[in-house]
């Protein structure tokens, strides 16, 4: 396999988990407080790598897309580890216990 092609692989595979990771998250506070806007914030934060991702990945610049991809994937699952976020999925998340 060439690198070019295991690149793309590569980065189709880590766009695919992160869409299904954002798909699962929910926030995680309850109340309107400064944790909710930081919640919405790193969701915020992490759709927009994801967006900007599918545009370099689309024009085929598969290592920014891949690094944009896990850009945003580093927003969600710290937001899981820390509590922000609602995740159960040890298979998605790094998760605290």
């Known amino acids: 396999m060439s690198l070019d092609k295991e690149l ?3 980065t189709i ?3 695919s988990l992160l869409e ?3 798909g ?13 806007d930081m919640a919405k914030n790193y969701r915020e934060m992490a759709e ?4 900007d ?7 085929g610049d598969y290592i920014r897309a891949l690094a944009s991809y896990s850009y945003a994937y580093g927003w969600i699952d ?6 922000l976020f609602y ?4 298979n998605l998340f790094t998760l605290y216990k």
Do not use: C
């Open 87 to 90: 995740g159960v999925d040890r």
């Open 8 to 10: 793309l692989d590569y």
């Open 78 to 83: 710290s937001g899981v580890r820390i509590g």
């Open 13 to 15: 595979k880590y766009r």
């Open 48 to 51: 927009n790598y994801l967006a």
């Open 24 to 36: 699962t998250i929910k926030i995680n506070i309850e109340n309107e407080s400064f944790l909710k």
């Open 53 to 59: 991702g599918k545009v370099l990945e689309n024009n």
């Open 20 to 22: 299904k990771a954002l």
